[in-house]
């Protein structure tokens, strides 16, 4: 058993030491890039301060044939591109496939000091995340690097849902998990061949007027439309919450969709989670706006933060605005809107001009 006094201690000799607390930087949109298809790359650069976090694809949506090359391609776009406030991700290939090690072996020496986060699919329990964490540790003490990567799983088997609480607890490495449906959804053998999103056939249907069975059989009743994976989002969110590490949506497949798309994410936000994937360029804009909360969210927020504290008060009590009673519960409701946007005001210019704009009535 390993002394929790140890669990800051580096790996290996030589290598950085673990981060203490998880950096809260913006992550709306992971826009995820195919390396390999040089049509797509070429479009990276230009993409820098458009998505919050840039994402290096190698595993699935990459053919089997098309593995080294979309590896060699992340290494030239990562030296080539200056990434500024963008954040350079990577999602590896699987553990327990022929391309893993490749993958890190490779990466992390030559690129590590560009990378800030390696996304591990397919995470079944702490015993991925403890292999990870030592093979990192060496690998930045054989670079010399100065900062520890972070590392961030995707839920995408149902051991990797059952064990959710110890793979958030598993390395000071941590940076989240993301939902992986449709592998999860296979694993689970759930019935549907959706890419996230919901499902006609998963609903409730309103109560019948009558017990006559007659009326019931030919009465139109209304029926309302659920969410498969809502139990997965709320513990995924528990779980990320009590480690100190983020929770995100993970794809949603019907690109044309936007609609939903926007629905989806906007469960997501509200549930707890801090952002989302993009498959396509169109999605970005939705992460980012879904993931920011509203101008009339913040004014509210800052509202009830400025009656709760009001002349140096701290926050206990209560007062009413607008019919409504706020408190303390209230108010630190409302300060995780408030932080929230404060920490997209430094990287967002357009958010930033909205935000500042906002006249707080008393």
Same mark, same amino acid.
Not at 8 to 26: D, M, N
Not at 205 to 234: F, G, M, N, V
Not at 310 to 322: E, Y
């Given at each position: 058993?390993?002394?929790?006094?140890?669990? +800051? #201690?580096?790996?290996?000799?030589?290598?950085?030491?673990?981060?203490?607390?998880? $950096?809260?930087?913006?992550? #709306?949109?992971?826009?995820?890039?195919?390396?390999? &298809?040089?049509?797509?790359?070429?479009?990276?650069?230009?993409?820098?301060? @458009?998505?919050?976090?840039?994402?290096? &694809?190698?595993?699935?949506?990459? *053919?089997?044939?098309?593995?080294?090359?979309?590896?060699?391609?992340?290494?030239?776009?990562?030296?080539? @591109?200056?990434?500024?406030?963008?954040?350079?991700?990577? #999602? !590896? &290939?699987?553990?327990?496939?022929?391309? +893993?090690?490749?993958?890190?072996?490779?990466?992390?020496?030559?690129?590590?000091?560009?990378?800030?986060? !390696?996304?591990?699919?397919? !995470?079944?329990?702490?015993?991925?995340?403890?292999?990870?964490?030592?093979?990192?540790?060496?690998?930045?003490?054989?670079?010399?690097?100065?900062?520890?990567?972070?590392?961030?799983?995707?839920?995408?088997?149902?051991?990797? !849902?059952? &064990?959710?609480?110890?793979?958030?607890?598993? /390395?000071?490495?941590?940076?989240?998990?993301?939902?992986? $449906?449709?592998?999860?959804?296979?694993?689970?053998?759930?019935?549907?061949? *959706?890419?996230?999103?919901?499902?006609?056939?998963?609903?409730?249907?309103?109560? $019948?007027?009558?017990?006559?069975?007659?009326?019931?059989? /030919?009465?139109?009743?209304? @029926?309302?439309?659920? =969410?498969?994976?809502?139990?997965?989002?709320?513990?995924?969110?528990?779980?990320?919450?009590?480690?100190?590490?983020?929770?995100?949506?993970?794809?949603?497949?019907?690109?044309?969709?936007?609609?939903?798309?926007?629905?989806?994410? *906007?469960?997501?936000?509200?549930?707890?989670?801090?952002?989302?994937?993009?498959?396509?360029?169109?999605?970005?804009?939705?992460?980012?706006?879904?993931?920011?909360? /509203?101008?009339?969210?913040?004014?509210?927020?800052?509202?009830?933060?400025?009656?709760?504290?009001?002349?140096?008060?701290?926050?206990?009590?209560?007062?009413?605005?607008?019919?409504?009673?706020?408190?303390?519960?209230?108010?630190?409701?409302?300060?995780?809107?408030?932080?929230?946007?404060?920490?997209?005001?430094?990287? =967002?210019?357009?958010?930033?001009?909205?935000?500042?704009?906002?006249?707080?009535?008393?």
């Amino acid at each position: 058993m390993r002394s929790a006094k140890d669990f +800051f #201690r580096p790996l290996a000799v030589g290598a950085p030491e673990p981060l203490r607390e998880i $950096p809260a930087r913006p992550s #709306r949109a992971l826009h995820f890039f195919d390396p390999s &298809n040089e049509k797509m790359a070429a479009k990276v650069p230009g993409m820098v301060g @458009t998505a919050d976090v840039l994402l290096g &694809n190698l595993e699935d949506a990459v *053919r089997a044939d098309n593995k080294v090359a979309a590896r060699e391609g992340l290494l030239r776009i990562a030296r080539e @591109t200056e990434f500024a406030a963008t954040q350079l991700w990577t #999602r !590896v &290939n699987a553990l327990d496939s022929p391309w +893993f090690l490749d993958d890190i072996t490779t990466l992390v020496p030559a690129i590590g000091d560009k990378l800030d986060v !390696v996304m591990i699919p397919k !995470v079944q329990g702490a015993e991925d995340i403890h292999y990870v964490d030592r093979l990192l540790a060496q690998l930045e003490a054989k670079a010399g690097l100065r900062r520890p990567l972070l590392v961030h799983a995707i839920l995408e088997t149902a051991r990797g !849902v059952a &064990n959710v609480e110890e793979i958030c607890g598993a /390395s000071p490495r941590m940076q989240g998990l993301s939902l992986g $449906p449709a592998d999860l959804a296979a694993d689970r053998r759930m019935k549907t061949t *959706r890419v996230g999103g919901g499902h006609p056939g998963y609903l409730v249907r309103q109560d $019948p007027e009558s017990a006559d069975p007659e009326a019931i059989r /030919s009465t139109q009743r209304t @029926t309302y439309q659920q =969410d498969l994976w809502h139990y997965t989002i709320a513990r995924m969110v528990d779980a990320c919450a009590t480690h100190g590490i983020f929770p995100y949506y993970g794809p949603f497949g019907d690109i044309a969709d936007l609609v939903a798309c926007e629905d989806q994410f *906007r469960n997501a936000f509200l549930l707890g989670c801090v952002g989302a994937w993009s498959l396509h360029p169109t999605q970005i804009e939705i992460a980012h706006r879904v993931f920011s909360p /509203s101008v009339d969210d913040v004014r509210h927020a800052r509202r009830v933060v400025a009656a709760l504290q009001v002349d140096g008060g701290d926050g206990t009590g209560a007062v009413m605005l607008d019919g409504k009673m706020e408190d303390d519960a209230s108010l630190k409701q409302c300060l995780v809107m408030v932080e929230l946007a404060e920490q997209l005001a430094k990287v =967002d210019p357009a958010l930033a001009e909205q935000y500042a704009a906002l006249e707080i009535d008393p």
